[in-house]
């Protein structure tokens, strides 16, 4: 046997042994917010459903879309939709084989959270 050792060892690097890095958080919230905005998207269809269904279940369906939590979830879902759009440029620039040394990386990462607020607040304002 080569490897007397093997049960004492993992089997592949956990969190343990690596610090989590921006290029990698910020790619695992781009997937993150990809799946939050099919909740927001559900909860659009609902609202125009319960349109087609009647009064009754349009009062519901509006008054949770306009309560708090769903204006919540629309101001979450507005920043995720800025922050996928800039996570999925980053990506398109990547794929050309640009910016991927580590610096410019770790500042388009910075880039995509700033960005993203920046723009979500002046999406806030101007709507």
């Given at each position: 046997m080569a490897d007397v050792n093997r049960g004492n060892r993992p089997l592949?690097?956990?969190?343990?042994?690596?610090?989590p890095q921006l290029t990698s958080m910020t790619s695992i919230l781009v997937?993150?917010?990809?799946?939050?905005?099919v909740v927001a998207g559900l909860m659009i269809t609902w609202w125009f459903v319960a349109a087609a269904a009647g009064p009754d279940a349009f009062a519901t369906a509006n008054a949770v879309l306009t309560s708090w939590f769903g204006k919540l979830v629309f101001l979450?879902?507005?920043?995720?939709?800025?922050y996928?759009?800039?996570?999925?440029?980053r990506h398109l620039v990547w794929d050309q084989g640009y910016f991927l040394d580590v610096a410019t990386s770790e500042?388009?990462?910075?880039?995509?959270?700033?960005?993203?607020v920046v723009l979500t607040i002046l999406t806030v304002i101007i709507l």
């Open positions: 592949s690097p956990h969190l343990q042994v690596y610090r997937r993150i917010s990809g799946n939050a905005l979450g879902s507005i920043w995720a939709i800025w996928h759009l800039l996570g999925g440029l500042k388009l990462g910075q880039g995509m959270i700033a960005g993203s």
